[in-house]
C-alpha cells in the first residue's frame, strides 16, 4: 500500500445543462423518472451500462453527447422542466412544515446499519434496508427535518452469482464512492470531517460522506483512511461481514461514531431514532456527552429515554443482536472510564441477566421511552417476548406500541401506473398518496386498461429475466443450446408467480415443492399454465439458506420444471423493481409469527401484482378477502416447525389451484375480469395504507412529536424534570412493597342485569406514598383464560384520607350485556411517564 489522493475530473457541462450536476447528486432522481429520462436521453447505452447512476454517467459521458444535448431544444424544453419541478420540490411547504411549524428545525437523527436507496449504492442487504431508505426518502416529501446516520461499506453487502453447479457464490466489488451520488463532507478548512473513537489499544478515524435524499440528508462513515491501521480499514469493509467481533466494532462505530458525526457537522438532534438493535450504542455515547457535563448519569439516562425511539424488527429472540461479556466488556471498557461509572453498572445497561449475554436490543429498549413493532401482529409478538421485563403487567399494556412498515410509492410505483392514476386521480395524487377517498376513483379505470398497463410490465419483467439468465449461462460457459434457450424461457401469458427476498431459511422459499409432482402438474396443465422466478442472496455464512438456492437451481434444470421455473441472481433493488411491476402473484409464504412486516408484498400490490400470503407481518391488516389472497388461516398454531410446514403446504396449494389458477384464467372477452376486479381492489385498499407517507405520518404523530416534546421538557431548567423523573422513578420502586389494596367491597353479584351499576369500593394503603403518585383503578376485561383481556379501566375516585397511609376509593362500572372479570389496581402516576407502565409497577387486589 502506498498513500494517495483521489481527484474525480467531469468534462465540463455545458453552461446551458449545468445543473445537471447537482441533480445527479440528489437521490431525487431515483423516484423522478422524467429525471432519469433526461440522461438516458443524452447517451442511452452509456446509461444503462453505468447501472443508472447519473454521477458515473457524467463522468464518463462524451463532450460531444453533452454539447448535442444542450443545442437540442427538445431537450432542454424537458431539462427546464425537469429542473423546475426539483427547484419547486425542494422549496414547497411541505406536510410537516405546515402542520408543526415551531418543529420545523428540530432535527429527527435516524440511525440504522443498512440504507437501501437506489441500485447504485449497495449498502444494503435486503428489507431493513429498504424500509430505511424509503423512511430517509419520505421524511424528504413531507418536509420533515431528518437526518440518518449509517456506514459507508467498502465492498457493499456482497454481490451474488450463481455458478454451474447451482452454487451461490459472494463477491465483493470495490466500490469507488468518488463515482455515486454522494460527496465527502468537507469542513471550513478544507480537509475532510473525520470522528475518532476509541477501540480496543488504538483510536480509530472515520471519515464523514453525504447523501442527499431529496430535503434529507444521510450521513455515512467511512474507515478507509491511510491515517488506520490496515485492520481498522476494513471496518467498514462489508455489511453483516466478518465475526462477532467485527460486529461489535461495526456498531461501536455506527452508535459512538455516528453521535460524534453529528456532533461534528453541529446537528443537534431533538429525537433519536433506533433503527433495529445494531445502532443502540448510540445511547451509550450520550451517557457519556451528559455525564461529562456534569450531569448525574442517573438523571442523565432518564433526559435521553426521553427523546429516544427505538423500533425493533425481531420477532424471535434467537434474532437479536448479542455478546458475551467478555466481548462485551473488551469494547465498552473506554467509555466506561469516560463516564465514570462503575463497570457493572455500565454493563448492567444491556445485560440479559437470564441468558448471560449483553444484548443489544435490551440496551435500546431500556433506554428508549418509545419503543415499537413493525406491524399489528409484530406489536403483539413484541410485548409477548418483552414480558418477562414487565412482571405482574398484562401483556397486552407491556409499553411497545406499533407503527405498520410502509414502501415508498414514488420509487415503487412502475411510471405506468403512475400516468394512470395522474389520468384518473388527478396529478395531484402524489402528494396526496394516504387519502383513501381519493383512492376509491381507482375504480373508473376500465378493465382493459388495468390489464395493458400489467401486459406491459410483465414483457418487461419477463424480457428482464431472460437476459439475466441468459447472461449466466453465458458467463458459465454453459452449452450454445442452454445460453439460446434463455430467449424462451417464460411464456409471457401464462400465470407467473414471483418469490424473491433474502433467503433466511424461515422464509421458507422451496415450500412450494413440498409435493414436487403437485407442483409439476400445476406448472405443465397446457390449458392453465404456470411458470415462477425466485431470486434472492442467501447470507455467506448461512449455509441452509445457500441449500434452498441449489435445490431450486437443481429444480429449474430439470424435466418437467425446465423453463418454468427460473432463478434470477443477485437481487437488488432494480431486480425487485422489475419483479415487483411484473409478475402476476407475489408469493409469501414465511413461518408464522416470523415476518415482523414484510415489504415487499406492499410494492407488488401497489402494481397490481396480487399478494399471495401467509396471514403474517402486514397482511393481516390489509386482507380483506377481496384484495389478494391467504394462505391458511390467521395464527395456526403448532407444535412444531414440521407440522407448521407440512399445514401450510397444504394451504399453499389449495389456494393456488382452487382460487388464484381458475381466477386467473377465467376471462370474458380475452379479460380476467374477476382478476382485474382484484387488482383494482388491491391497488385502491393497498396503496394509502402501506405508503411510507402514512407510516412517516403515525411517527410524527405517535413518537416523533412526543419525543420532541419530552426531550425539550427533560433537559429544560438545567435537566430538572429528569432529575424529578429520576427521583420520582427511584423512591417508587423503593416505597412500592408498602402498596396494597386492603379491603374491596362491591354489589357485584354472580348475575345482575344489563342497565345495572356495580359499585366498588377499596381501601387501599400506600404507605409514604402520596394518593397524587398513584392512580387507582377499577380494571376489566374478558375473562377467558387464566388472566383478562381487552383491558378497560375506570378510574377511582379518593374518596377519605384514613389516615396511617390507608386511602378509601370508590368507582362505579356500568354494566353492558356480555360476561366479564373486574378488579382493581393500583398503578404510579406521574405526568411525565411515557406509558403508563414505563415504570412497570402495580399491584393488584389480592381478593374481595
Ligand atoms: C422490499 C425488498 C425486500 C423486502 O422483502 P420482504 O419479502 O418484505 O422481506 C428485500 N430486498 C429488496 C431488494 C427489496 O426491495
Not at 70 to 75: H, K, M, P, Q, R
Not at 389 to 409: K, M, R
Request: glycine content about 8%; proline content about 5%.
Amino acid at each position: 500500500m502506498f498513500y494517495f489522493r483521489t481527484v474525480s475530473v467531469n468534462p465540463p457541462l455545458p453552461e446551458r445543462i449545468s445543473r445537471l450536476r447537482e441533480l445527479s447528486y440528489n437521490l431525487w432522481f431515483s423516484w423522478h423518472n422524467p429525471a432519469r429520462e433526461l440522461f438516458k436521453e443524452i447517451n442511452h447505452q452509456l446509461w444503462e451500462r453505468v447501472e443508472h447512476n447519473p454521477v458515473k454517467f457524467l463522468l464518463q459521458v462524451r463532450q460531444a453527447d453533452l454539447e448535442r444535448a444542450a443545442a437540442d431544444g427538445e431537450f432542454l424544453q424537458k431539462y427546464d422542466a425537469v429542473m423546475a419541478e426539483y427547484d419547486c420540490y425542494m422549496s414547497q411547504e411541505k406536510w410537516f412544515q405546515q402542520k408543526y411549524p415551531q418543529h420545523r428545525d428540530k432535527v429527527i437523527a435516524y440511525f440504522s446499519a443498512e440504507f437501501g436507496l437506489h441500485e447504485s449504492c449497495p449498502i444494503y442487504s435486503g428489507g431493513l434496508g429498504v424500509l430505511a431508505g424509503d423512511h430517509t426518502k419520505s421524511a424528504s416529501d413531507l418536509g420533515m427535518p431528518f437526518v440518518g446516520v449509517g456506514l459507508l461499506y467498502k465492498h457493499g453487502y456482497f454481490y451474488q452469482r450463481i455458478n454451474r453447479s447451482g452454487w451461490q457464490e459472494a463477491y465483493y466489488p470495490d466500490i469507488n464512492f468518488n463515482e455515486l451520488p454522494m460527496t465527502p463532507v468537507v469542513g471550513a478548512s478544507g480537509l475532510d470531517t473525520t470522528v475518532s473513537l476509541e477501540l480496543p489499544g488504538r483510536n480509530v478515524f472515520a471519515r464523514l460522506w453525504e447523501i442527499k435524499v431529496g430535503l434529507s440528508r444521510l450521513i455515512l462513515l467511512d474507515t478507509d483512511l491511510p491515517l488506520n491501521m490496515e485492520e481498522d480499514r476494513k471496518i467498514t469493509g462489508r455489511l453483516y461481514g466478518g465475526g462477532r467481533e467485527m460486529r461489535i466494532t461495526q456498531e461501536m462505530l455506527l452508535g459512538v461514531g455516528g453521535v460524534r458525526a453529528l456532533r461534528a457537522l453541529g446537528i443537534t438532534p431533538f429525537v433519536w431514532h433506533i433503527n433495529e438493535g445494531h445502532a443502540a450504542f448510540l445511547n451509550l455515547e450520550r451517557l457519556r456527552e451528559m455525564v461529562s457535563e456534569g450531569i448525574s448519569a442517573a438523571t442523565a439516562r432518564e433526559a435521553i429515554r426521553a427523546n429516544t425511539i427505538f423500533t425493533t424488527h425481531t420477532p424471535v429472540p434467537a434474532g437479536h443482536d448479542v455478546f458475551d461479556r467478555h466481548l462485551a466488556e473488551k469494547y465498552l471498557k473506554g467509555l466506561c472510564r469516560d463516564t465514570g461509572l462503575d463497570c457493572d453498572a455500565f454493563m448492567d445497561l444491556g445485560w440479559d441477566a437470564e441468558n448471560n449475554e449483553f444484548n443489544m436490543t435490551l440496551l435500546a429498549m431500556r433506554m428508549a421511552a418509545f419503543c415499537n413493532g413493525v406491524s399489528k401482529l409484530h406489536g403483539e409478538v413484541t410485548r409477548q417476548m418483552f414480558h418477562r421485563f414487565y412482571p405482574g403487567i398484562p401483556v397486552e399494556e407491556v409499553p411497545v406500541t406499533s407503527v405498520t412498515n410502509g414502501v415508498h410509492t414514488r420509487s415503487w410505483i412502475a411510471e405506468e401506473w403512475k400516468n394512470v392514476f395522474s389520468r384518473y386521480l388527478g396529478a395531484g395524487w402524489v402528494e396526496q398518496v394516504t387519502d383513501e377517498a381519493m383512492w376509491q376513483r381507482v375504480d373508473e379505470i376500465p378493465d382493459r386498461e388495468i390489464w395493458d398497463t400489467h401486459r406491459i410490465l410483465k414483457d418487461r419483467a419477463i424480457k428482464y429475466v431472460r437476459e439475466k439468465v441468459k447472461e449466466r449461462r453465458r458467463r458459465n460457459h454453459e452449452p450454445e443450446g442452454l445460453i439460446m434457450e434463455a430467449d424462451d424461457i417464460m411464456l409471457p401469458h401464462a400465470l407467473t408467480i414471483g418469490f424473491a427476498r433474502r433467503f433466511a431459511t424461515y422464509k421458507r422459499a422451496t415450500l412450494l415443492f413440498s409435493d414436487p409432482d403437485r407442483l409439476a402438474a400445476m406448472l405443465n396443465n397446457l390449458d392453465r399454465p404456470v411458470q415462477i422466478i425466485f431470486a434472492g442472496k442467501a447470507h455467506p455464512n448461512d449455509r441452509a439458506g445457500q441449500e434452498l438456492i441449489k435445490k431450486i437451481l437443481d429444480y429449474s434444470r430439470e424435466e418437467p420444471f425446465r423453463g418454468k421455473i427460473v432463478f434470477l441472481e443477485n437481487f437488488d433493488i432494480n431486480a425487485a423493481r422489475h419483479l415487483v411491476h411484473g409478475v402476476d402473484i407475489w408469493l409469501n409464504n414465511p413461518r408464522w409469527p416470523m415476518e415482523a412486516s414484510g415489504t415487499s408484498g406492499m410494492k407488488a400490490a401497489m402494481n397490481g401484482v396480487l399478494h399471495c400470503s401467509v396471514l403474517d407481518g402486514w397482511w393481516p391488516e390489509a386482507y380483506n378477502g377481496q384484495n389478494g389472497f391467504a394462505i391458511g388461516h390467521p395464527g395456526n398454531l403448532h407444535l412444531n416447525e414440521e407440522d407448521q410446514d407440512l399445514d401450510d403446504s397444504y394451504y399453499l396449494y389449495k389456494v393456488l389451484e382452487e382460487k388464484v389458477i381458475p381466477l386467473y384464467y377465467e376471462r370474458r372477452d380475452g379479460l380476467p375480469f374477476r382478476w382485474i376486479n382484484i387488482i383494482r381492489n388491491a391497488l385502491r385498499t393497498i396503496i394509502p395504507r402501506f405508503s411510507s407517507a402514512r407510516m412517516l405520518k403515525e411517527y410524527t404523530e405517535k413518537l416523533y412529536i412526543p419525543a420532541i416534546n419530552r426531550g425539550i421538557a427533560f433537559m429544560e431548567s438545567n435537566f430538572s424534570e429528569a432529575e424529578r423523573a429520576c427521583r420520582f422513578k427511584r423512591f417508587m420502586q423503593e416505597n412500592w412493597h408498602h402498596v396494597k389494596v386492603e379491603r374491596t367491597e362491591t354489589n357485584g353479584r354472580w348475575d345482575m342485569q344489563a342497565g345495572e351499576e356495580l359499585t366498588v369500593e377499596s381501601v387501599v394503603k400506600l404507605g409514604p406514598i402520596s394518593p397524587e403518585e398513584v392512580v387507582v383503578e377499577i380494571a376489566f376485561g374478558n375473562d377467558r383464560g387464566p388472566y383478562l383481556s381487552d383491558l378497560n379501566t375506570i378510574v377511582m375516585e379518593l374518596k377519605e384520607r384514613v389516615g396511617d397511609g390507608l386511602y378509601r376509593y370508590a368507582g362505579r362500572l356500568p354494566l353492558c350485556q356480555g360476561t366479564y372479570g373486574y378488579t382493581v389496581r393500583v398503578r404510579p402516576s406521574y405526568r411525565f411517564l411515557a406509558d403508563k407502565f414505563e415504570l412497570p409497577l402495580v399491584r393488584w387486589a389480592e381478593n374481595f
